[in-house]
């Protein structure tokens, strides 16, 4: 069964700007993590963040994590069209990854 | 980075075939391999789990029978879709883990379409 649940579920944005997606999760976790799906392809490790740990960047990418809040959020700062893709979250309770729905973000030229 | 490699891409036979898909690891040792599908625009739903040299642990309505999957190196894991029939068309993607705790690698997919 999926544990995540992501909002929004689709965004559509103008290159340039910022775009975040949040994802809301079930029980406790050792990490959290997020991929991207470009349409008919396999998933891209983008970002792993561990239960200890609050925020991590990795270039445009900035990734939060409330384990109070069971929720997570990924900025994607100053968008390019090549981001448009889906976006996951998981969450790693022990080794198996459940995903949630997923973010399908569309950036326009 | 670590690669995965998936094969084939795609695959279009008659019902009552069976398919074998690969997924292997080219640059690390994967200790555990794990096989999703994934329906249009939907998440991914995973199938089972492959620790090389044992059994694989299937998730909650998965049929073992059905979905035969051997992993028999560190590198190597099969699914193999025995008498499919057109409701077993999707998207089937494979990931391995060298360890515990750090990211899954995917390969890039196999469209398996049922006639």
């Known amino acids: 069964s999926q544990q995540g649940e992501e909002d929004p579920q689709a965004l559509s944005i103008q290159e340039g700007e910022n775009a975040t997606m949040n994802c809301s999760y079930k029980?406790?976790?050792?990490?959290l993590q997020w991929y991207r799906q470009n349409s008919g392809r396999g998933l891209v490790h983008l970002i792993l963040?561990?239960?200890?740990?609050r925020e991590k960047h990795s270039g445009r990418l900035r990734v939060t994590l409330d384990t109070s809040k069971k929720s997570s959020s990924l900025l994607i700062t100053a968008s390019r069209a090549a981001d448009t893709a889906s976006y996951f979250c998981?969450?790693?309770?022990?080794?198996?990854?459940?995903f949630g729905q997923g973010t399908e973000l569309s950036v326009k030229p | 980075g670590a690669v995965v490699s998936q094969h084939p891409s795609w695959v279009i036979c008659k019902s009552g075939t069976s398919v074998k898909i690969e997924c292997r690891s080219l640059?690390?040792?994967?200790?555990?391999m794990f096989w999703y599908r994934q329906f249009p625009k939907q998440s991914l739903m995973l199938m089972a789990t492959?620790?090389?040299?044992?059994?694989?642990?299937?998730e909650q309505g998965v049929e073992k029978d059905k979905f035969l999957i051997n992993h028999a190196s560190l590198t190597l894991s099969t699914l193999t879709v025995t008498s499919a029939h057109p409701e077993d068309s999707s998207f089937y993607i494979c990931?391995?883990?060298?360890?515990?705790?750090?990211?899954?690698?995917f390969g890039d997919g196999t469209r398996l379409s049922i006639l």
């Open positions: 990931s391995a883990m060298g360890t515990v705790n750090q990211p899954q690698h």
């Open positions: 029980t406790s976790i050792n990490n």
């Open positions: 963040i561990r239960s200890n740990e």
């Open positions: 998981a969450t790693d309770g022990g080794g198996k990854l459940i």
């Open positions: 640059d690390f040792q994967a200790t555990t």
């Open positions: 492959s620790n090389e040299g044992s059994k694989a642990t299937y």
